[in-house]
């Protein structure tokens, strides 16, 4: 059996329907300042396999026309902050401490990261394939 037959026969529900998909990843993967990364290591490993399953998932699947992605977003602004059990003032701390780091000097909306996933899954983004979008507002440029 051929390979494109082969996959389809081992992935049906993929078949029928030209599609994309995209996961999340996250920023720190891409970070090189060793002071960042000394207490993240299985984070940042755990990212990393994330990428690594993209671009393979993606070499699989793009016969069925499926096409794998991952978005990477930074610090975004969402109820998760509260739950890190940190003071008011320590959070407060924190959160200005990344804004500094952030080119508009604040933190990422939700929707902002939904955009883009709304976009990789669109005919728009037809041609990419594997790849890891990093949506941070530059906090791994800085």
Not at 8 to 26: F, I, Y
Not at 112 to 136: E, H, K, P, T
Request: charged fraction near 20%; proline fraction near 4%; include cysteine.
């Amino acid at each position: 059996m051929g390979g494109q037959r082969r996959r389809r026969a081992e992935h049906p529900g993929c078949a029928a329907q030209r599609t994309g998909q995209a996961g999340l990843g996250g920023v720190h993967r891409h970070l090189s300042d060793p002071c960042e990364l000394s207490r993240a290591g299985g984070y940042i490993g755990t990212k990393a396999a994330l990428a690594a399953q993209t671009r393979t998932l993606a070499v699989e699947f793009a016969p069925l026309e499926v096409r794998i992605n991952m978005v990477s977003p930074g610090p975004t602004a969402t109820a998760i902050w509260g739950t890190l059990g940190l003071a008011d003032e320590q959070l407060e701390q924190v959160a200005d401490t990344v804004s500094k780091r952030l080119l508009p000097g604040h933190f990422l909306e939700a929707a902002a990261v939904a955009n883009v996933i709304l976009f990789q899954l669109s005919q728009g983004a037809r041609g990419v394939y594997g790849q890891d979008w990093v949506v941070d507002n530059g906090y791994t440029l800085a």
